[in-house]
């Protein structure tokens, strides 16, 4: 699909790459030949495996940790950046946290914690790495959202909320950086097997079969997936796409909850 190692002599920031849907865009874009900074917060053990799975394709790659809810952190980090490889030029937004809670439980501290690290935190970073971008001609941000920005997924208030401000920020950054050369848009993720859903309080198994077979396609999401668009994003093919959020999903968000028997007949013969 693109030329074999067509990223080659870019830097790619890949927040959250430790595990999930992270690690799957840090591979990808390394695999088309990109140069990766793997930033984790907590799980440093876990950033370093990834470290060596890229190393291992010849790629310069380090490892930087941040607490995306402190500022003064993330400032540390792009600094180490820099030093490191002079800039970024790919800046990928995977990064979140946030716990479950419903509205009228979400206090003020959660609010500020979703908002801070989800959605705060890809500012700071397009405010410092932009310029970089800019000064060579060519830049790509990818933000991660998810259906909860725009649907109402359960106990998912704070975090949605903060997904629908990335959607936004992702329009008007892209409006503001695409006479730059830089490109902004959004991939929304359907629902992938990753430690984010242990948090959710439910049979994780049981909802993840559920899904799969509500899924037009009748299968999850992969960070695979998602790493595929992420690079596709950052390919000249791309380029025209701007401001834009990509579902990847198989589907599932087309689909409506008020006509289950009709949805029986969207079944395929294989299915019957
Ligand atoms: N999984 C899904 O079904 C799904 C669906 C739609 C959208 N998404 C979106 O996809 C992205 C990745 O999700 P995932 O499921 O792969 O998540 P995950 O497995 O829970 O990984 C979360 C990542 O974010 C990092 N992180 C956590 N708290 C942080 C903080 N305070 N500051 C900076 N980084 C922090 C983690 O670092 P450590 O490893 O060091 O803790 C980890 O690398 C998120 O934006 C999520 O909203 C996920």
């Not at 050369?181 to 049981?206: E, F, R």
């Not at 595929?228 to 909850?257: K, P």
Request: charged share 20%; aromatic share 6%.
């Amino acid at each position: 699909m693109f030329a074999k190692n067509f990223l080659h002599g870019k830097v790619a920031l890949v927040t959250g790459a430790s595990r999930g849907i992270g690690r799957g865009i840090a591979l990808a874009l390394a695999e088309a030949g990109a140069d990766i900074a793997v930033h984790y917060a907590r799980k440093g053990n876990k950033a370093r495996d990834v470290v060596k799975e890229i190393e291992a394709m010849g790629r310069r790659v380090i490892v930087v940790k941040a607490n995306f809810a402190e500022k003064e952190k993330i400032d540390a980090m792009l600094d180490e950046i820099e030093k490191a490889f002079g800039g970024v030029d790919i800046f990928v937004a995977n990064a979140a946290s946030g716990g479950f809670r419903s509205m009228l439980e979400t206090s003020d501290k959660h609010w500020d914690w979703a908002m801070d690290v989800n959605a705060r935190s890809i500012l700071h970073i397009a405010q410092r790495v932009a310029p970089h971008m800019h000064g060579r001609g060519w830049g790509r941000i990818v933000t991660v959202t998810s259906l909860g920005a725009v649907r109402v997924v359960p106990n998912y208030g704070a975090v949605g909320l903060s997904k629908s401000v990335v959607e936004s920020l992702t329009r008007y950054l892209a409006a503001e950086l695409a006479p730059k050369g830089i490109i902004v848009n959004a991939i929304s993720p359907g629902l992938v097997n990753t430690d984010a859903l242990a948090n959710m309080n439910m049979d994780i198994s049981s909802a993840l079969e559920q899904v799969r077979q509500r899924n037009p396609t009748r299968r999850l999401v992969t960070p695979q997936d998602i790493g595929r668009v992420a690079t596709f994003l950052c390919s000249a093919a791309a380029e025209m796409i701007v401001g834009q959020t990509i579902y990847v999903d198989g589907g599932f968000n087309i689909l409506t909850e008020y006509f289950p028997e009709l949805e029986n007949t969207l079944q395929t013969e294989e299915d019957s």
